[in-house]
């Protein structure tokens, strides 16, 4: 079977006129005056993800910018569809999905091994294990028996980028499994699909001394597949190890087509159906692969769509990405996300790096952020956000990032400051407690989203027009404290019946307003020890036995 991912129109994308299609990658700037793509449109949200990362690596590959003047430039007067079949023509033999010679993203090999159902491709399909034990109960067996050529292709390419842990000598992602990555996303000025390709595009040189060795530019050190794969070696005993795949041994823009996993599409044995995924009739249905252990082990990477973080382990400190956690994503991630935290040694990615250096003034972008919550082999949940990135200027920018990384801080003590009161209030012993309370999370979390885009702003303008920011920090304080006791005040009650002590809750709650007015907290949003936030003495007034319960 001959399908060529440069040369076909794969990819599904919707038009600035809502209208849907299939395109080509180098189409991708198509009509761009009259009727450009706006946005890729997969059947599956990690597909989006997938394709985006895609076209992104392919251009950053053979299209990427000299420098910065052509970069602004052509941000809004793209190459031609033809200039970019020029220059994705340059790796047009990389990217065969079926045929005699290599293929995309697949074993160099014919490798040696029984074929497997193809849905073994979507992370989330039940494993091995799960199927033995009976235990798929949510996402059940054998519901994709078939791809068609578009989804088995982006599926191949996901699984890939993706691949999470699959049991020894089953190697996972250049980023490790299920990885987490933040993209810039245009405003309503710069919101066609190649202006959110191009945003997350370096210029060659910078992209080029991130990290991986660009010497080495024989077509195999960026496409693994064009050369004999690395294999992994069988050591103590059964147990497979992969081969070492350091930034030294592959071209940096491998870190785009990287291959941890050794897979074999069966494309000898194709029929006519409909897809699993997307539901169309195809006559090139694909339903099984198969796959063998011992690939590359990426190490050592830096990978400039993801943040990441610094791990000191034996006196070794490593620089590590970070991975979506429970409770998906929200303001609570913006430091590490949208600016550096310092204190907790996390980095925010590359690309959002670049943009605070190439962003002009009225720029009014977003980040968006998306990925797999993995429990090592498992899929709990798939998680994207998206998050305003506001053009500062660099003269108020550190006092800026250092405002708004107080009003996190302060967020995230207060949130652990309404969870601790919650358990003294249910449990005679709060210690003891045991159980989920990422609802009262979650609540918190997205019921003060909104306040802190209102207190970035805030900040934002008393900086620029050289006031002092404690009147933010006051009101974003008096906000995440009645978002508290909201929240103790509808949970408070919800314990158990026999370890109810309403003298118990009465004293809780009167902690907890004590800790959320505290100094640390306080002096985390840079307000004056004798600016309180609240009037105590007034609630005095009201009496001793209100003042206790808070009233």
Known sequence: MQFNLIDEQWISVILRDGTTTKIAPWEVTKDFISNPVVSVDAPRPDFNGALIQFLIGLVQTVAAPQNGTEWHKRLVAPPSPDELKEKFAAVRHAFELGGDGPRFMQDFENVTASYGCIDGLLIETPGQNALVNNTDH???????????????????????????????????????????????????????????IYLN???????????????????????????????????KGEMFYGEDTGPQDAHPATMFWAMPRRIRLNLAEVSSGYCGVCGNNSQNIISSYKEIPGGASYNGWFHPLSPHYEQTTKGQTSILPIHAQPGGMSYRHWLGFVIQDGDEKKMIARIIHEFYDRSKSGWQFRLWAFGYDMDNMKARCWYESTMPLLSIDNLIRPEYEQQVGGMVRAAV???????????????????????????????????????????????????????????????????????????????????????????????????LERYNYSKKIKGLLGIAADQLGMDKKSKMKKGPKQAELGF
Request: some cysteine.
């Open 138 to 196: 949510f996402i059940k067996r054998n519901t994709v028996t078939g791809l068609c050529q578009t989804c088995c292709s982006t599926a191949l390419f996901a699984f890939q980028t993706n691949s999470p842990s699959g049991g020894p000598g089953y190697m996972t992602s250049l980023r490790g499994g299920g990885p987490l990555t933040t993209l810039v996303v245009g405003d309503n000025n710069h919101n066609t699909l190649w202006q959110l």
């Open 201 to 235: 595009v370096l210029e060659h040189r910078k992209f080029t001394n991130i990290c991986g060795n660009p010497y080495l530019v024989e077509g195999k050190y960026t496409f693994p597949w064009l050369g004999e794969t690395k294999k992994g070696k069988r050591k």
């Open 413 to 511: 003590e207060i949130a652990s400051n309404t969870r601790s009161a919650l358990k003294k209030a249910w449990f005679r012993r709060p210690g003891d407690a045991k159980g989920d309370t990422t609802f009262v999370d979650n609540s918190y979390w997205q019921n003060t989203e909104s306040a802190f885009y209102t207190a970035l702003s805030n900040v934002k303008s008393a900086l620029e027009s050289g006031a002092r920011t404690s009147e933010a920090g006051n009101q974003w304080l008096t906000t995440l404290c009645n978002q508290s006791l909201n929240l103790f005040d509808c949970y408070a009650w919800e314990g158990s019946i026999e370890d109810a002590d309403p003298k118990r809750v009465v004293i809780a709650r009167k902690e």
